[in-house]
């Protein structure tokens, strides 16, 4: 697993405007840092597959009944 330092609250403030969420009061902010280190490390030890295109999401298909 790879170490991460944690998020500072620049670097969550930038994230959010990045996304537009640019209106977010100071609170809501800090709450995203908050669990922005465990997201991060879920996110981390999702199972990846070797290539991209062996990845099942660019194909879906509704059964055909």
């Known amino acids: 697993m790879t170490d991460t330092t944690p ?3 620049d670097e969550i403030a930038a994230y959010a405007a990045r996304y537009g969420l640019t209106r977010l009061e100071p ?3 800090e709450r995203m840092r908050e669990i ?3 997201v991060a490390l879920a996110s981390a030890a999702i199972p990846r597959m ?8 660019p194909v879906f298909r ?3 009944t």
């Open 7 to 9: 998020w500072t609250i």
């Open 27 to 29: 609170a809501h902010l």
């Open 36 to 38: 922005a280190d465990k």
């Open 50 to 57: 070797p290539r991209k295109s062996d990845e099942p999401a």
């Open 62 to 64: 509704v059964p055909l």
